[in-house]
């Protein structure tokens, strides 16, 4: 993975969206498992995953599953990352830990700040308080996590603001879904290509 600003490009659907992504430089790729326009299932992920340069890492992204159902799409999959959106508690994490699959929480930031490593986790994405919306929010409300964590700012970006948010942030790493989109659901190359550059830039 790049040593510089770590960048995930999230909600991808097809052979274009994969490639795309990694020839721009995306460190990880995500694939959407729950209720999404973005949503693929297993077999369409595993078939994507092979695509994938072992230096990506393959994400799938599951909201408030039984954890019997994640194990098994996320091992039919293939991925080799697990990202968490829902009230899942520490042990549903150790669980997946046995699987020896990279954890991601995903958490929207409100009023309470969540904190890395709370639930086991191996990066904490941050999302905005109203996660999925797409709308950028308040990242120079104070600081969002503690330097040298990993921990990923999301949440309303894009190849226009990007850049000024990783400068107010000083993240770990981003990650975009909708702000590289044409239209709902649909990925747009020359927006994966663009964010990534701009986001690099901004580190």
């Not at 086991?120 to 109203?130: N, R, T």
């Not at 990007?162 to 942030?169: C, E, G, L, Y």
Request: contains cysteine; aromatic residues 6%; hydrophobic residues 45%.
């Amino acid at each position: 993975m790049s040593n510089s600003l770590f960048v995930k490009i999230c909600g991808l659907k097809t052979e274009r969206d994969v490639d795309t992504a990694v020839e721009a430089g995306a460190d990880a790729i995500g694939f959407v498992f729950s209720h999404s326009p973005r949503r693929v299932d297993a077999a369409t992920a595993a078939r994507l995953c092979r695509r994938v340069p072992e230096n990506v890492l393959t994400v799938g992204v599951f909201r408030e599953e039984p954890l019997r159902d994640v194990r098994a799409v996320a091992t039919e999959a293939g991925i080799r990352a697990v990202q968490l959106h829902g009230p899942e508690d520490r042990g549903y994490y150790a669980d997946l830990a046995t699987g020896g699959w990279t954890l991601i929480r995903a958490a929207a930031f409100g009023d309470t700040e969540p904190r890395f490593g709370e639930l086991g986790e191996d990066m904490l994405l941050l999302d905005a308080p109203v996660p999925g919306s797409g709308v950028a929010w308040d990242w120079t409300r104070g600081p969002l996590a503690d330097s040298g964590e990993k921990w990923l700012l999301a949440g309303g970006l894009s190849p226009d603001n990007v850049r000024d948010a990783v400068a107010a942030t000083r993240p770990w790493g981003v990650d975009v879904s909708s702000g590289v989109e044409q239209s709902r659901g649909v990925k747009d190359p020359a927006l994966i290509t663009a964010f990534v550059k701009a986001a690099r830039a901004g580190a």
